[in-house]
């Protein structure tokens, strides 16, 4: 929406990695950047957090307060850590479960078990506290889902799983009318099918068929242009009778 276009790649040179993106403005060509770093298992997190700020002072002015360790995943200090979290977001954005998502789940507690927990850790355990609650009726889990979500908030409260989580913890908990905010947010930050697929859901139970349309149709729209799809949560929350709501939609 701002006019610019991203193209990167990756490339293992013996034990480091380098990672090459080009940033293109459809609207200046002029400003044409290309940042490239080479990084491996022991310093991924800071180049890539380097990376993101450098590409960020190119499409918009930093802020005096604005620091570099707010683009590094500063509560995460294993590589191999990072493989099942990033492994659970992607399975996250595809609204998937079930077995697909069991083996991260495992590990996810193990590793809030072990004390290396963090917001993206609270925020995808919510997620599948939510899941289970949609599928076995348990309370607990409910009442877990909302829990986790508010912690992985309040370590992050800009981090969009975060976001997403706590507004689908509080739509399952009966309070729709205060998700929408964190949705929202979600919704804009980084656009998603799973966060426009939510809000439409959220103003159909407020009464509002104009703006769940609108959602719908965002959802539907970006939908088509991602591989992934989130037809396992769909599916649970279609078959659950928490939500009533004569506008919800049916795919």
């Not at 996810?108 to 939510?130: N, T």
């Not at 939510?198 to 088509?224: A, C, M, W």
């Amino acid at each position: 929406t701002s006019g610019y276009e991203v193209k990167s790649w990756i490339k293992q040179v013996g034990n480091h990695f380098r990672l090459t993106v080009y940033l293109q403005s459809t609207l200046d060509p002029a400003v044409n950047t290309k940042v490239e770093k080479e990084f491996d298992k022991n310093n991924f997190f800071e180049v890539i957090g380097d990376i993101v700020l450098e590409l960020k002072t190119v499409i918009s002015p930093t802020l005096p307060d604005y620091d570099v360790e707010d683009h590094r995943v500063t509560s995460v200090q294993s590589y191999d850590d990072w493989q099942v979290i990033s492994s659970g977001i992607s399975l996250f954005y595809q609204g998937r479960g079930g077995e697909q998502m069991q083996p991260v789940t495992e590990k996810l507690k193990i590793m809030k078990q072990e004390g290396r927990d963090s917001y993206l850790v609270d925020g995808l355990l919510s997620y599948i506290a939510s899941l289970n609650y949609l599928q076995t009726g348990s309370e607990q889990e409910k009442e877990n889902a909302l829990q986790l979500a508010k912690d992985a908030f309040n370590k992050d409260p800009r981090c969009d799983i975060a976001n997403v989580t706590l507004g689908l913890a509080l739509l399952l908990n009966n309070r729709g009318d205060q998700s929408y905010p964190y949705l929202y947010y979600a919704s804009k930050s980084t656009p998603s099918p799973l966060s426009f697929y939510l809000l439409s859901i959220v103003d159909g139970l407020s009464q509002n068929p104009r703006g769940s349309s609108h959602y719908h149709q965002l959802f539907t729209e970006l939908q088509k242009e991602k591989t992934g799809e989130i037809y396992d949560l769909m599916e649970r929350l279609q078959k659950t009778n928490i939500l009533q709501t004569q506008d919800f939609h049916k795919i």
